[in-house]
């Protein structure tokens, strides 16, 4: 029996039954490198910058940067991968990435990074997450039947987070050997290696009932639908107000992290990766209490336990309080995050299903623009652990 037939026998819990399927299974393990590379990326980036400046406002700039272009490049994004082919689409954000991680890993080596450049080039890297996260949206539900598609898409999170766990771990380990720039050469290969894992899919192209849309008419829709959608903007509202006042954990962590006993890149990789274990633990358990509570219960009770467990990481005395209140953090993350893309994915046909999903990912990720630099010049303005206090309890309100 081949490699493949046994995975199709193999009997899969609920939770893990999309990976029985080939295409899911490598195209989940591409999205798994992806998240890697970006999460590496901004931990060498965030921790590089906490070593050109003390300013707390350039620190959680560096959050902003990153998330930033999904912001303003959704909506074109969205409709590129609904009208071109999603795979050669898939595999030319991968190489936008290697392209910036070359040009990141060159300037760390020459050590030419000042904190602006260190910003545009993180700004460059967060495009490629702005034009590959609405197309593999847009993948999954055509690779996974429609009864599996919320298991898929927490095994996206799963990627997401684990890649949370790795990403971190990884880029700590080498910034102790040899520096960022090694982070940003190794970011670089992974890349690659993704590019040429797309391009092996054979996608079965289907056959459009209705004629093909240019590019500008492909946007003009695809707003226009959103505006029709009052459940599709309740959705994107919440998102964006959840991330608002949920980012500055993320954002202004590197400087917690320092603000510790002992604290160092090795304290700050350990919470960060601890908060990608919670946000996996979070996706397994989450199953079983979508049957037993409504997506706005779900989204109440993850919302106050992220929030409950960031106001324990702003008044920890040490890592040996921070870590498994970051853990509960990423439980509670996942919980409010996931059921609301469920909701959204869940509420658009396909046809329009990329460019839905994009306008729903500006939501979250201008939320998280805004809400680091909001945050983090309050933070400047007036004191780190009071300014993660406040947004502890803002979050709550979600």
């Known amino acids: 029996m081949c490699i493949r037939d046994r995975f199709r026998h193999v009997r899969w819990p609920e939770a893990l039954k999309p990976l ?7 195209l989940w393990l591409v999205w798994l490198v992806a998240n890697t590379v970006m999460w590496a990326n901004d931990v060498a980036a965030g921790w590089l910058m906490t070593s050109l400046t003390t300013s707390p406002l ?15 490049l959704g ?16 595999a030319m954000t991968q190489l936008w990435v290697v392209v910036v991680g070359i040009a990141l890993a060159v300037a760390s080596f020459t050590e030419t990074l ?12 967060g495009i490629g997450l702005a034009l590959r996260w609405p197309v593999f949206a847009a993948i999954t539900p055509e690779i996974v039947p429609r009864s599996e598609l919320p298991a898929a898409l927490a095994l996206n999170g799963i990627s997401m987070n684990g890649s949370r766990i790795v990403g971190p771990i990884l880029a700590g380990a080498l910034i102790a050997s040899f520096g960022p720039s090694a982070v940003f050469i190794l970011n670089a ?11 092996r899919w054979r996608r079965e192209v289907t056959t459009r009932a209705l004629p093909a849309e240019r590019f500008f008419g492909a946007i003009r829709v695809g707003l226009q639908f959103v505006r029709q959608s009052p459940p599709l903007q309740a959705a994107m509202w919440r998102a964006a107000l959840f991330f608002l006042n949920a980012v500055p954990q993320m954002a202004l962590l590197p400087l917690l992290a320092r603000s510790l006993p002992g604290g160092n890149a090795a304290t700050y990789t350990l919470l960060l990766a601890l908060m990608g274990l919670g946000a996996i633990v979070g ?14 219960q779900l989204v109440v009770r993850a919302s106050l336990l992220n929030a409950a467990a960031a106001l324990i990481v702003a008044t920890a005395p040490s890592i040996w309080v ?4 970051m853990l509960i953090a990423g439980v509670g993350w996942i919980g409010a995050a996931n059921t609301m893309t469920v909701a959204a994915q869940l509420g658009l046909p396909d046809w329009i299903r990329a460019r839905g999903m994009a306008i729903f990912q500006m939501s979250m ?18 004191e780190l652990h009071g300014t993660l206090i406040a947004s502890a309890l803002m979050s709550s309100l979600t």
């Open 283 to 296: 996706v397994l358990v989450l199953p079983r209490f979508r049957d037993t509570y409504s997506r706005n």
């Open 114 to 125: 000042d904190a602006t450049w260190l910003l545009v080039l993180t700004f460059l890297h």
């Open 365 to 382: 990720m201008g939320g998280s623009a805004l809400g680091a630099a909001i945050w983090g010049k309050v933070a400047e303005q007036t």
């Open 322 to 325: 921070a870590a498994p209140a």
């Open 189 to 199: 290969l992974l890349s690659l290696g993704a590019t040429w894992a797309i391009l």
């Open 20 to 26: 029985a399927g080939a295409v899911f299974r490598r």
């Open 75 to 90: 909506v074109p994004s969205g409709a590129l991968a609904d009208i071109l082919d999603r795979r050669r689409w898939f």
């Open 58 to 72: 350039l620190v959680a700039l560096v959050q902003a940067a990153s998330t930033l272009p999904v912001f303003l």
